[in-house]
């Protein structure tokens, strides 16, 4: 019970349905929450046209390329010198986002990318004014271009926002309302009906105080391939792991493709062999842009073969150093992906705070470690394409002052525990440095940044004024694990939203609740 108009006007962006028709069916957020419009994926969208019949629902795939007939054009949100001025700041953050759609890094010019940026955004002010939202709901944090385009411009025109967001532990999520507020302080009473998740949790932080790190692993390599980075064979010759990807890959592909085409002729639908999730064709617009299976499968192989001769292109430029040295160590994230797109905020581009580090320590070494999902082979992850590294981007990194590119295959424990510092964009090192009592400092936006022991690398005039005294004091882990017991009244399991207990639902209004009063 929080005090917002009865049946508030509200968009779903929905990239789970099956969440979405159980959030909403329930009386409670029923009776709060008037759905004017689903923006919604394609897997189960049926069940949602079902029980939402008095709802618009648009497919992802069409509102991504702004192709919404019924939407009404206003001329006042074409851009003129006043919107133009509006806008802008989130213009380049914004291309930033069309990362995901642009393996290879070579799908645009600066040209199509700023047009691609205009046209979306006038789409996205005409979609908005045709429905006049008071509150959009994501169930995924806002981080391909177009979920993020409309949360950018929500957030400047004062509409209210909720997005899930997955923590470093998968499968469990938080609500938020801004990408830069991860604490929303529900008030949920019943901590018997969150038992699997401190379980889990306490499962975790004994792992990392144990340094077991076959369990860490299997938290976070799900369905990875690091084969490349481990397997010598593979590394001998570009020739030989050529062949071997394409022996390998060549019938998967064609049993994946024979199975597509004979649902899509059982269901007399060929837009089944196109995906959801496309990729920019090269001198064809963003919004034309179309998609196969078989291209995409393609593009992935292609991928496996450039991340040979990056990784080679790495080892290179590593260095072979010791670890009794003084250094922070700063793990970099594999791109692009949630923890830097969007919650990196300024720091997408981790070469600026690299610059930083060097800069205000002076007297260290900054070790530079890759990502290993950056060189997966795996096309089942989530981890799986190329779409932000090369070989400019390490010369980039090399050329900093006290600066070191170092082995991937270095035990990150020991990196961790070895340090003077830990650094981390959003990364989950971070939270893994303050369990092992290390400094750790943030740039970005982690689940975890509201936890009192850490370093927000910011402005210039706090870290000038604050960093000498923070790297001087002796981080209390104790502190932290009181932090994570306390923060984990916020999250929960998405197949747990059936329980009679409701506390999904409770959580997800008491969010909304925070969010009035609060903003």
């Not at 709802?55 to 192709?67: G, L, P, Q």
Request: net charge positive; aromatic share 14%.
């Amino acid at each position: 019970n929080f005090s917002i108009n009865i049946m508030t006007d509200t968009i779903l962006y929905s990239e789970n349905n099956y969440f979405s028709i159980n959030l909403f069916k329930n009386k409670k957020v029923n009776n709060k929450l008037k759905l004017k419009c689903i923006i919604a994926s394609d897997n189960g969208i049926e069940m949602l046209q079902e029980n939402f019949k008095n709802t618009k629902i648009i497919r992802i795939e069409n509102f991504s390329k702004s192709k919404v007939n019924f939407l009404e054009n206003d001329k006042k949100n074409l851009l003129d010198e006043a919107n133009s001025e509006i806008f802008s700041k989130i213009e380049s953050e914004c291309i930033k986002f069309l990362d995901f759609v642009n393996p290879n890094q070579n799908k645009f010019s600066l040209i199509e990318a700023r047009q691609t940026f205009s046209d979306n955004l006038v789409f996205i002010l005409d979609f908005l004014h045709y429905f006049k939202p008071e509150m959009i709901i994501f169930t995924n944090s806002p981080h391909c271009f177009q979920s993020h385009l409309l949360y950018k411009v929500c957030e400047i025109k004062k509409i209210k926002v909720i997005f899930k967001r997955e923590i470093s532990l998968p499968q469990n999520y938080i609500f938020q309302n801004s990408i830069k507020n991860a604490y929303l302080k529900v008030k949920i009473n019943n901590k018997k009906e969150n038992f699997e998740t401190r379980k889990e949790l306490s499962n975790y932080i004994k792992a990392i105080l144990k340094k077991d790190k076959e369990s860490i692993n299997k938290i976070f390599s799900r369905l990875r391939n690091h084969k490349i980075i481990y397997n010598r064979y593979y590394l001998n010759s570009y020739i030989f792991f050529s062949i071997l990807r394409i022996i390998h890959l060549t019938p998967i592909i064609f049993i994946k493709i024979l199975k597509d085409l004979i649902i899509s002729f059982k269901n007399k639908n060929k837009s089944f062999l196109i995906l959801e999730d496309f990729i920019k064709k090269k001198n064809i617009t963003y919004n034309n842009s179309k998609t196969s299976k078989l291209n995409m499968n393609i593009e992935l192989l292609l991928g496996d073969l450039r991340k040979f001769k990056l990784l080679k292109y790495y080892k290179k430029k590593q260095t072979d150093i010791e670890l009794n040295c003084k250094y922070i160590y700063f793990p970099l994230h594999y791109q692009p992906e949630a923890t830097t797109y969007p919650f990196g905020g300024a720091f997408i581009d981790q070469i600026k705070a690299i610059r930083l580090l060097s800069a205000y320590f002076t007297d260290c070494k900054i070790l530079i470690k890759e990502h290993p999902d950056t060189f997966n082979i795996s096309h089942l992850a989530w981890t799986k394409g190329d779409y932000s590294r090369n070989e400019n981007f390490y010369d980039q990194i090399s050329q900093i002052k006290n600066v070191h590119l170092i082995d991937l295959r270095k035990n990150s424990f020991d990196l961790i525990d070895k340090a003077y510092g830990i650094a981390t964009v959003s990364g989950a090192v971070g939270l893994e440095g303050l369990l092992r009592g290390k400094h750790t400092i943030v740039f970005g936006y982690p689940w975890y940044e509201k936890f009192g022991e850490i370093f927000k690398f910011d402005r210039h005039e706090r870290i000038s004024s604050d960093l000498n005294k923070y790297m001087k004091k002796k981080i209390s882990v104790s502190k932290t694990i009181k932090d994570i017991n306390l923060f984990s009244e916020n999250i929960f399991k998405t197949d747990r939203i059936n329980n009679k207990d409701e506390r999904i639902v409770n959580i997800f209004l008491e969010s909304i609740k925070f969010n009035y009063e609060n903003n």
